[in-house]
């Protein structure tokens, strides 16, 4: 693997590097990892036909370690192999049937590596795990763990998620309180103004952790390092956030405004 480095859009290298790391992938979390980055790729199957068991055992295999932030990355990895598979043709029974056999063993793991990630302290997990109650949640059976997730809606659990400290997640929430406040057409109080903005801030404002200091440089070892996803500033959803609040602070200006006009004053009166 390391002459060739990670898995990308050359298909033939991504499933023998996925076959390559078989071996070692029941010892080594990062190999494991990277054989689901590896077979993420539908055209991998033409050589690997056991690309969907090949998939799950690699996610059994980090579900091992406690990780979350491990157990986040491998339980995205299955549900956009879930996501991204062939949809059935519409009334077509045996193609509905091929369909469920694909994608209800990866939805399964990967409601559990979400699960797991959550409990690990990976606040990112709630995005995806309402992902997953929406498009699979009426697939995956009674089982306990299968309750626990319908018993949420997917922007129920986005709120879980801002709640734990997920950055995207507090910055879309606070979108959809501004949104409310103006559009819904009724009144608010201050205390509710003053909290919608708070919550904005909490986005706009909010610093990055310090990462740990290394003794090594990241590029040396780029091409063993597995690609987890880190807590890094959430750009877009910042920005958004912040021409919402921006939105917002006009429109309770100018809404002052108008209730100390004469003719406002006026109509009130009447």
Known sequence: ???????????????ATAAGLAPIAESDPAAA???????????TSRTLPDRDQRS???????QQTGDGTVLLHSGWALLDRARTAQRPVFGNADDERRYDGVVVPLARKAMELLFAAADAGAPGAYEPLGILAMQFGDKLGDDPLAVRLRERSNWEWLEVGAEKGDWAAQCRVAQAR?????FDGKPYTRQAFDSTVASARDCIDRHEQQQEPRWYRELEWLVVTPRLPRQ??????????EAALNGLLFFDADRKL????????????Q
């Open 33 to 43: 990892s990277h054989i689901q980055d590896c077979l993420y790729f539908e055209a």
């Open 258 to 269: 108008s209730e100390n006009t004469p003719s406002d004053a006026a109509r009130r009166k």
């Open 232 to 241: 890094a500033r959430p750009m877009l959803d910042i920005a958004s956030t």
């Open 1 to 15: 693997m390391i002459p060739n480095g990670r898995c990308g859009l050359n298909v033939s290298q991504a499933a």
């Open 178 to 182: 501004i949104t409310r406040l103006r």
């Open 56 to 62: 799950i055992m690699a996610a059994t295999q980090v």
